[in-house]
């Protein structure tokens, strides 16, 4: 939704300036309506939801709430003496040339680049015959305030058509424009409407995209989507005729993808309920009229078809095999009776890639990368020698390729790109990171804590080198522990402001993530979701126990999944932290299932109809509803953003509203609501500066820290 920006004259207290912590005064927040009406009945209990209404993402109530919070939070932030100087470092910490890995498409060469300080990156190529590099498409000539994104390019085979999506402030609701990538012209009308998708070419006749359709009541922002449909469309013909290829009535699913394998004989189908597990289906596109053909006919594990070559075809599964492996099938019989190991489950969890008719198995070992390459027949011809210990991404490529470009990352080794060659296995740097940043200075490494059922959880500390061990070090623990995801050591320019500064970034990696497989994500899940709190919690425990830091220096912080991470921590140890940063977090999980496409979580959470224990369980966690009255909870600043359709504002503007009618302490708790954006693609460069510098003011003035760039700067 647009939000309606109103400036209440009279409604808003000035905010007092914060002054030193024993002295601090508890600032006036709006007052939020309480409907004491709306009671809902789970199995005989009774809840209250009197904040309700502001789920109302449209009306003009809910816009005067959201303009009287953010007037409060940046009366507040503005008061911070070094703010400004926080927006002045991160701007000249991001001012440096960034660009992606190159990738060849018809007669050019293609690769994204950000000058530096770009709102969106810049889509460049060059002919293979060296000619100059041109822009090819430039993002930040789509809006003028930059929220309006590039999400998502495809290009024909040949490269002479492309398919590119376009995001509107940060809104998962997509557009699809077909241009002649030779010419630049815009060939038809631009597809509306598609959201969750990406754009699979047959041939040069037209391509697949999935999408939903448009919610017809209340917002389109927050309106359920259920049914996922697969279309094909045909070049040259309206949307309204695309032909319905899977889904819909017939078939109906939550998620749904479709692509074309890269010898164009295949229509690859996922098709999913929720966000783990999927079936698969496959249909011969070499043989007109050929019936769509079940191969795994469940919802039980995940499965891809990674490669196929002629008749055979190889699957990436976790069937009977938690950590992953490949088998090998042939089209006329691809059920999993057939199936036979082609790369075999480790120890370690398996993605992997193809380029060049190798295959590129990326293991997860301890939560850092380890890339082995296998040739054709599942043969090990090498592990490749990586930099150090980190991440490392974008082994694939097409069968034809000599070489690959990837990247590799750590909490101190800034982004870097190389070019291997995939005969002889060497590794050049193709481009280094710009970033004013000297890793010799700073270290990372990798610890091992014991959760509060002895489980062993791996957390990686990253600070300055020399710091005192006394207890007394601003840091900031991340986690996030759900959807099977992976935190892997990466680089982030703006963690320099809190090292460089003498602080410390710890991540830990929780169950209900996939850093050790199918099983480290279920000990996460439903009736085991207090495993990852518990997990969290045990890593502030070591941190402070270790002396990095203590409990009036250390701040929690996560996002979506990780900002419900936060809430329910924050509820259940408040004394624990100083400070809280829950960012755009499913904070009330008794209606998550009821918005956008959450219903879809719930193989992560359960749902509160599912039955009494499974409400009880939400229930007692939930932060919306486990917030208790006159509790002194940590400084709190909640983030969302106005189009955020995946996990709605709402979540976060019933939070916020309960926890300053609850909270007994003096310390602020606040809600910083973006406008025109959404749960975080795609964000313009200027926003995602002011937001960390507001992030970091935040965080640093609450741990204490009152002159930052002259006491604490490193």
């Known amino acids: 939704m647009k939000y309606i920006w109103l400036v209440l004259i009279g409604l808003i207290t000035a905010c007092t300036a914060p002054v030193e912590k024993e002295e601090q005064m508890a600032l006036d927040y709006p007052e939020t309506r309480k409907d004491s009406t709306v009671v809902e009945d789970y199995f005989g209990t009774q809840v209250a939801d009197p904040y309700r209404w502001l789920e109302n993402d449209t009306s003009d109530e809910t816009a005067q709430w959201v303009s009287a919070q953010n007037a409060v939070t940046f009366g507040f932030l503005e008061t911070i003496p070094y703010r400004q100087k926080i927006v002045d470092r991160l701007t000249e910490l991001w001012d440096y040339e960034k660009y992606s890995a190159p990738f060849k498409r018809g007669e050019y060469t293609y690769y994204y680049k950000n000058d530096g300080l770009q709102n969106q990156y810049v889509i460049y190529r060059q002919s293979l015959d060296g000619g100059v590099d041109e822009v090819f498409l430039n993002p930040n000539d789509f809006s003028k305030d930059g929220t309006t994104s590039m999400a998502g390019i495809n290009f024909t085979k040949d490269g002479s058509l492309v398919a590119y999506q376009i995001s509107e402030g940060g809104s998962d609701w997509r557009k699809v424009i077909i241009m002649n990538a030779q010419t630049k012209e815009i060939l038809e009308d631009t597809l509306m409407d598609v959201k969750f998708s990406g754009t699979s070419w047959k041939g040069n006749s037209g391509f697949y995209y999935s999408s939903y359709d448009k919610p017809k009541d209340g917002s389109a922002l927050s309106g359920m989507t259920q049914h996922h449909m697969l279309f094909f469309h045909k070049l040259g013909t309206p949307q309204s005729e695309d032909v319905l290829v899977f889904g819909g009535s017939e078939t109906p699913r939550r998620y749904i993808g ?11 189908i996922s098709a999913a309920v929720s966000t783990t597990g999927n079936e698969l289906y496959i249909q011969d596109l070499r043989k007109e009229g050929a019936p769509i053909v079940s191969v795994v006919d469940n919802f039980d594990n995940d499965h891809g078809v990674i490669h196929t070559d002629g ?10 095999a938690p950590n992953g492996k490949v088998v090998a099938t042939t089209i006329d019989k691809p059920t999993a009776a057939d199936w036979t190991d082609f790369i075999p489950e480790t120890q370690d969890v398996l993605q992997v890639g193809t380029a060049g008719g190798k295959f590129f198995a990326n293991y997860l070992k301890d939560a850092t990368s380890m890339v082995i390459q296998f040739n054709n027949k599942g043969e090990k011809e090498r592990e490749i020698e990586l930099p150090g210990i980190g991440t490392a991404n974008g082994f694939g490529g097409r069968t034809e390729d000599m070489e690959l470009y990837y990247s590799f990352t750590s909490y101190v080794y800034p982004p870097t790109i190389f070019h291997y ?23 990372s490494k990798q610890v091992f804590y014991s959760s509060k059922d002895g489980t062993k959880v791996p957390m990686i500390i990253t600070y300055k080198k020399g710091i005192a061990l006394n207890g007394n070090n601003p840091t900031l623990l991340y986690g996030y522990g759900g959807f099977g995801i992976s935190l892997t050591p990466r680089f982030s320019t703006s963690n320099i402001v809190l090292m460089e500064s003498g602080g410390v970034f710890a991540v830990a990696n929780l169950r209900g993530g996939g850093e050790y497989g199918e099983k480290w994500h279920s000990a996460g899940t439903k009736l085991n979701k207090q495993n990852v709190f518990d997990d969290f919690i ?16 250390l701040g929690i912080a996560g996002g979506s999944n990780g900002g419900l991470l936060v809430g329910a921590t924050m509820c259940q140890r408040p004394e624990l932290m100083k400070v809280a940063l829950p960012a755009v977090g499913v904070m009330d999980m008794l209606r998550y299932h009821k918005f956008t496409a959450g219903a879809g979580w719930a193989y992560d959470y359960g749902t509160s109809e599912d039955d009494a224990e499974m409400f009880t369980y939400l229930l007692n966690y939930s932060p919306v509803h ?4 006159r509790v002194a909870y940590p400084a709190t600043m909640v983030t969302t953003a106005d189009h955020d359709d995946r996990v709605v504002p709402a979540h976060s503007f019933k939070f916020a509203a309960t926890l300053q009618e609850r909270h007994a302490g003096t310390a602020p ?17 200027s926003m995602v500066i002011e937001e960390q510098a507001d992030k970091w003011s935040f965080f640093f003035w609450n741990v204490g820290v009152k002159d930052l760039y002259n006491e604490n700067k490193g």
Do not use: M
């Open 258 to 268: 479709g692509y074309v394998t890269e010898d164009e004989s295949y229509l690859v």
């Open 311 to 320: 008749e055979k075809l190889f699957i990436k599964t976790n069937l009977d």
């Open 421 to 443: 060659d995939i005969a002889s296995g060497e590794s050049t740097v193709y481009k280094e990171s710009g970033v004013k940043f000297d890793p010799t200075q700073f270290e």
């Open 538 to 553: 045990a890593a502030a425990e070591y941190l402070i126990s270790e002396k990095y830091t203590s409990s009036d220096k």
């Open 626 to 629: 486990a917030l208790k009255d």
């Open 669 to 685: 708790v606040l809600i910083r609501i973006e406008e025109k954006a959404g749960h975080g693609a795609g964000k313009p460069t």
